[in-house]
């Protein structure tokens, strides 16, 4: 039986990650969990998982609200009760479902408790991902990705030598509006940018895959995950979402994962490695799939993209400050502040100015990602 803390429960990671537990209650038992501001969810997985023994709500008086239905639960709340979960002493994996920045912290306090981590949350490599897989190695923690496109590169190395790797193919689908001119942009709404043809996921995420400033995220994360360099990472786009992503070896064989758009896969697979279990879900049927696409990821159509790897290469605190421009940016699109392509304008603006540092702390990189939030808000103010 592997303990499980869970952070990021009421997400949509998270309610997957539950649901992979239900389905192995010999297997996984969720001890600890981190829910947002969805008191209503919580109370739905509380009743389905027996097994919770502490609880952080980022609101106090929910905390509150939620103690007396769950007397054999122990609520905590906001920053501190998020900490409290990602080192609950019983929990020996950490699962980070959480979105945005906020995963950072948490994660670097479960790696030092010794966790081994399944990380969902982008963020956490992004903006340190130099910091966080030295503390990985410091602390002799396993750090195994749930990110489809990372966990397929991980599958595909078992057995590998990974000195032998020529080159990481990651594919993406696109996004919302991968069949758009960027004129066709101009004016598009909220409504169709959530509208992702493939997956089903939290609307910050969507938005980031629309812009492919997520996919951009993906290929920073890659290199810390695999140490490979970015001349040896490539975006391919792929809209079927089947190949979830390859790895060439320097004999130009190449191994790809492939499966239908269901991130319990992966989810299941980063908690039972190096074993693997059975999943209620369909099995790919290749005789209806009939055709594969693939196509160039084009730099000038998706300039996130294109920033993220001059992010990744500089180091410092440019990833940290994109970060930070990037999901203050996302947040007022959502919020019918600003149009959809003024997300990268905006990003690509404050990357642009930012104050570059190359020998960066923790303490920096957070302050970097502040500035970067705070920056792209003046503009918009």
Known sequence: MKNINLLGASGSIGMQTVDVCLQHPDQFSIVALSVGKNIDRCRQILKQLKTVELVSISDPEQAKQLAPEFPEIRFVSQEAGLQEVAVYAPGQIVVNALVGFVGLQPTMAAIEAGKDIALANKETLVVAGEIVTAACRQFHVRLIPIDSEHSAIFQALQGNDPADIQRLIITASGGAFRDRTREELQQVTLEQALCHPNWKMGAKITIDSATMM???????????????????????????SVIHSMVEYQDHAVMAQ?????????????????????????????????????????????????????????????????????????????EGRIQFLQIEQLVLEVCRCCPFQQQVTLQDCIKANAWGKQAVLERVK
């Open 214 to 240: 997520n996919k951009g995220f993906e290929v920073i994360e890659a290199h810390w995950l695999f140490n490979v360099d970015y001349d040896r990472i490539e975006v391919v786009l792929h809209p079927e």
């Open 258 to 334: 492939l499966g239908t758009p269901d991130m319990r896969l992966p989810i299941q697979y980063a908690l039972s490695y190096p074993k693997r279990l059975s999943l209620n879900d369909e099995s790919l049927d290749f005789v209806r799939l009939k055709q594969l696409n693939f196509k160039a990821a084009d730099f000038d159509r998706y300039p996130l993209l294109a920033l993220a790897y001059e992010a990744g290469r500089k180091k410092g605190n440019l990833a940290a400050v994109m970060n930070g421009a990037n999901e203050m940016a996302n947040q007022l699109f959502r």
